[in-house]
């Protein structure tokens, strides 16, 4: 059950310098075994194909912590749980059902500085918060203050802990975990099982996930009564098959589930359902909503008709799609507004407006209010089409309908703006978001950027630039390689390398197609020394990916030129083909002077290592060469168009 079918072993568990750590081996079929290892030092590390933890955060200096002992209150000194434990626990529970888990977190660490000694509960309830915020590094750090505490895990604390490590994506270390639990005299439960079938599914591994499933009705690994599974349990293990697209091995679950005497519910036939219309099978998913409420008497709900209506669209039979919607009243089911968004889209894909309007009507008669979504489909749709005028009209209907718009609406304007090039008007976009308090993102600034870049005018978009800084607003991969094309353009490419120092400075990791960028701004003036030596600093810092690179920007697709419609149908990426190599040998040709004096290939393979340093040399060589730096640009243009 661990990855490169390395198998689990439990180790005892002891603390290591303030550290927890997991390391295990053993699941073998459909039965786990626990051996402890002579001369073990006991500590819990990551086993053969896990990757390692981070650092855990480290433990508190010593005159900290005779502070902390110090404040202790009585009852806590006592050992006891006092009422401000209790209630500051029950408070974090709150926070967390309230999707506000890092103000859980904080209520903890003033729990800690008012000298109370957190109770079992608590340290669960926290862990409970760091899933939530995702921050599995610390997970190494809880185990050891629980440790430190002397508190004794019991069968909850472990759920919450094997459920954090599914959610970081380490079965090993969580199947590792649920072989501790049984070790420490904990029995497992059905949740437990539960987590370990989900994340084995979710790691897009249902074989594993039918053995803990097997290993949970025939008994425990250390031959424990069998826990039964219940109807959660059989669902998780549909899912997991179908997720895989092993409909057949769902199926069988499915006959076992009826076997035991469970029928299978609506989130079973959901499941299902999804499956065939993610593999554009929708009309058996919609046979599967008779036989649920014809044989199995199941009310069908909004989620399975928008599991049809969804799957109809995305194969383009969208009058099976409506079709479906209006039967959802003859079901007793009303339409709700992601049904309807889901249809509308599908014919704002198509192009077909009289539909769309249709659509938009058959929601009024239903009483279905549009949501932003809806206007947010109709927004992108129309300023794709370059319908700017009409697209305002939609953005008023919203405004007007009580529906703020978000920087995620504000980026479709200023896409359509920047596609009709009028990066002026994108940008006016950004100061009405300022006047109406809504922050803009990294992609809406990026569009802006990206207009001003596609009518050559960059001193604007470093403008724009700076202002996104001056926000708070990190800029991510998609900003700087369009900041860079934008000087490629222009021809200057030493500019378009300083922007590698910028991107140094912001913390942002270039890619291949980055240096790529680079290499295309010197070939166009015919320094393809320059060009390599780029190419070769990608390959000495390697093909790193920023990780806020999630979204990109929008360019003109419709009536922008024709050089920037290229960059967006390669997302950025530069490209060499025969047209551009014939047009580098002519610029080369033009500057012969600029290439005999060129540095060596050898000199140019060492300052691979440094490319950002190396730009004043390539200015220099462009100055001293070509007489054309400092110069406008227009007599930049006259040489190598000549």
């Known amino acids: 059950m661990v990855d490169n079918g390395v198998q689990l072993t439990l180790t005892s568990t002891v603390k290591t310098n303030g550290k927890i750590r997991i390391n295990g081996e053993v699941l073998n079929g459909s039965h786990l075994k626990e051996k402890h290892e002579a001369g073990s030092n006991g500590a819990l590390h990551p086993s053969n194909g896990q990757a390692k933890q981070p650092p855990s955060p480290p433990p508190p200096p010593p005159q900290k912590q005779k502070q902390k002992q110090k404040l202790l209150c009585t009852t806590c000194g006592?050992?006891?749980?006092?009422?401000?434990?209790?209630?500051?626990?029950?408070?974090?529970?709150?926070?967390?059902?309230?999707?506000?888990?890092?103000?859980?977190?904080?209520?903890?660490?003033?729990?800690?500085?008012?000298?109370?000694?957190?109770?079992?509960?608590?340290?669960?309830?926290l862990l409970a918060a760091l899933t939530s915020q995702r921050a599995f590094d610390t997970i190494p750090w809880l185990l050891a203050e629980v440790e430190d505490a002397g508190l004794r895990p019991d069968s909850i604390f472990f759920n919450a802990l094997i459920n954090a490590l599914?959610?970081?994506?380490?079965?090993?270390?969580?199947?590792?975990?649920?072989?501790?639990?049984?070790?420490?005299?904990?029995?497992?439960?059905?949740?437990?099982?539960?987590?370990?079938?989900?994340?084995?599914?979710i790691a897009g591994r249902p074989e594993e996930s039918q053995r803990v499933f097997d290993m949970m009705a025939s008994g425990g690994a250390g031959g424990e009564a069998a826990v039964r599974p219940n109807l959660t349990t059989y669902n998780i293990l549909v899912k997991a098959w179908c997720d895989a697209g092993r409909l057949e091995e769902a199926w069988r679950v499915v006959a076992r589930m009826r076997a035991s005497g469970a029928d299978p519910d609506v989130v079973t036939y959901n499941t299902l359902a999804?499956?065939?219309?993610?593999?554009?099978?929708?009309?058996r998913a919609e046979e599967l909503v008779v036989e649920m409420a014809q044989q199995a008497g199941l009310r069908t709900s909004e989620r399975t008709w928008g599991i049809i209506v969804g799957g109809y669209c995305r194969e383009g039979r969208l009058g099976e799609a409506l079709r479906c919607v209006r039967q959802m009243k003859d079901s007793g089911v009303l339409p709700n507004v992601i049904v309807f968004n889901t249809l509308l889209k599908g014919f704002l894909d198509a192009n077909d407006m009289a539909a769309v309007d249709d659509v938009l009507g058959l929601m009024e008669q239903f009483g279905i209010k549009p949501d932003i979504v809806t206007y947010s489909h109709q927004l992108n749709a129309l300023s794709s089409m370059g319908h700017m005028a009409k697209c305002m009209k939609v953005f008023d209907k919203m405004i007007e309908a009580g529906i703020e718009p978000d920087p995620q609406v504000y980026s479709i304007l200023a896409k359509g703006y920047v596609r009709a090039q009028q990066p002026e008007k994108a940008e006016e976009l950004l100061r009405q978001m300022g006047r109406l308090g809504v922050r803009p993102n990294v992609v809406t600034f990026t569009t802006v950027i990206s207009g001003w870049c596609s009518v050559a005018d960059m001193g604007n978009a470093v403008r724009v630039y700076a202002a996104m800084r001056d926000a708070g607003v990190r800029p991510n991969l998609r900003t700087f390689e369009t900041l860079i094309w934008g000087y490629s353009e222009l021809k200057q490419p030493w500019k378009a390398e300083d922007v590698l120092q910028m991107m140094q400075d912001a913390g942002v990791r270039p890619k291949q197609t980055t240096y790529c960028l680079v290499a295309d701004a010197w070939k166009a003036v015919g320094l393809v020394e320059n060009a390599n030596r780029a190419l070769g600093s990608s390959s000495s810092s390697g093909d790193l990916l920023d990780a806020d690179d999630d979204e990109e920007p929008y360019f003109p697709d419709n009536h922008g030129d024709d050089k920037l419609q290229s960059f967006e149908r390669t997302n950025g990426h530069a490209k060499s083909d025969a047209s551009r190599s014939m047009q580098v040998t002519r610029a080369s040709m033009s500057l012969k002077t600029a290439r005999s004096s060129s540095p060596s290939p050898s000199l140019l393979r060492r300052s691979c290592r440094l490319p950002v340093r190396s730009t004043w040399l390539c200015r220099k060589q462009l100055q001293m060469q070509c007489g054309v730096y400092g110069q406008s640009i227009s007599s930049l243009k006259m040489v190598f168009l000549s």
Not at 183 to 193: K, L, Q
Not at 195 to 200: E, V
Not at 274 to 283: G, L, M, Q, R
Request: charged residues 20%; positive net charge; glycine residues 8%.
């Open 274 to 283: 999804s499956a065939y219309a993610k593999n554009d099978e929708t009309w």
């Open 78 to 125: 006592k050992g006891h749980t006092c009422q401000a434990v209790i209630a500051r626990t029950r408070q974090m529970r709150a926070m967390i059902d309230a999707r506000r888990p890092h103000q859980a977190h904080s209520a903890f660490r003033h729990l800690v500085d008012d000298g109370h000694r957190p109770s079992l509960v608590t340290y669960t309830t």
């Open 166 to 201: 599914v959610e970081a994506r380490r079965m090993g270390e969580a199947t590792n975990t649920f072989l501790r639990m049984g070790h420490s005299g904990c029995r497992p439960t059905a949740s437990t099982f539960n987590t370990l079938i989900k994340g084995y599914g």
